[in-house]
């Protein structure tokens, strides 16, 4: 007998969100780490923590993954993996003068607000980029074109920002950030720039929006929202931020099912869970079995969305996976 079950009916409930955590692009990165361990065998390094997840990355490193920072600290020749948060181009370059082989899971997402970044360079626009500064894929991203590209870091950021031409500028954003505070930042930019152009599609994902508009949904409800993600995970953080906005009286994030404090649930009848975009569904069933031992063991699913997009693994990968079968067989 489970712990669940052994638990009598409290009248507490939990509101279990879906979509919740694993997108498709974190889970083709985690599989690109685990097929190049199969294939080429270990270590395998991979610059920078492949997706913003502390038990993700301790899991690979137990399996021979390596993270470092920068491709310097990887051997001359040896496999090194990019992350899904992508990457400029200059560590493309230095990857190559380094003879390494570089295998690269930015995910198909990120790489597409890459191409629209240098096409409006390409055609002289100023690219107003609203995100967090220092962030990864932030980094990324205005590796392309840095002439071109001004960081805005939310909406008083907006106040700021200088172009050149008022009449040929753009915006586009990191794809994980709070939809709502980007409405607001760009609603700001729009004031002082009324000709400003908006990216072609979407760069806020699919996986970012759903988690939110779902949170959103049931934070009016909750007394307690806990959000399973680590605290370098944009779109975790930006969870928590949604829930208290949305009407959740408290939210917390937590890396594992042992860092909630029994304090967080006293006097609570509904805690609202879900987990951020980079955080296996075993965490968040941790979460579930802790909850329900304190009395929290009728859990309601909430879905408001479906997703099955799933994106194939990266072409370098694919290439040598078809030969390794072909040399077998
Ligand atoms: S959160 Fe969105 S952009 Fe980031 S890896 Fe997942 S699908 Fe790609």
């Known amino acids: 007998m489970t712990e669940a079950q052994a638990t009598p009916q409290t009248g507490k409930r939990v509101l279990l969100a879906k979509p919740r955590g694993y997108c498709a692009g974190v889970d083709r990165a985690v599989q690109t780490v685990e097929e190049a361990l199969t294939l080429y065998g270990a270590p395998i390094y991979v610059r920078k923590q492949i997706v913003h997840n502390k038990h993700v990355v301790q899991t690979l490193e137990a399996k021979g993954a390596i993270f470092v920072e920068e491709n310097d600290e990887v051997p001359e020749g040896a496999t090194v993996i990019f992350s899904a948060h992508g990457v400029a181009p200059e560590v493309h370059e230095q ?29 002289d626009y100023d690219i107003l980029l609203i995100g967090h500064e ?45 939809v709502d505070e980007t409405l607001e930042t760009v609603a700001r930019l729009k004031k002082r720039l009324p000709m400003l152009q908006s990216p072609p599609s979407d760069d806020i994902c699919y996986a970012t929006s759903n988690r939110q508009q779902v949170v959103k949904e049931i934070a009016p409800q909750c007394d307690v929202v806990i959000v399973v993600g680590s605290r370098n995970s944009s779109n975790s953080v930006r969870l928590v931020e949604v829930a208290l906005d949305a009407g959740a009286r408290a ?20 805690v609202g869970l879900t987990s951020g975009a980079s955080v296996p ?49």
């Open 134 to 178: 220092g962030h990864e894929e932030v980094v990324g991203t205005t590796g392309e074109a840095p002439a071109h590209i001004q960081l805005v870091d939310g909406p008083e950021d907006a106040d700021r920002v200088t172009v050149r031409d008022p009449e040929k500028v753009v915006w586009l954003s990191q794809t994980t950030l709070s």
């Open 95 to 123: 990857a190559r003068a380094r003879s390494l082989r570089a295998i690269d899971a930015t995910c198909p997402l990120v790489t597409k607000v890459h191409h629209e970044a240098k096409r409006f360079a390409a055609e």
């Open 251 to 270: 939210g917390y994030l937590v890396d594992f099912a042992s860092e909630i404090d029994d304090a967080w649930l006293a006097g609570a009848r509904t």
């Open 281 to 329: 569904d075993e965490l968040v069933q941790e979460v579930l079995a802790h909850l329900a031992v304190r009395g929290f063991a009728d859990v309601e699913e909430i879905v408001t969305a479906n997703e099955r997009l799933t994106f194939s693994l990266p072409q370098e990968l694919k290439r040598d996976m078809r030969a390794a079968a072909a040399a077998r067989s």
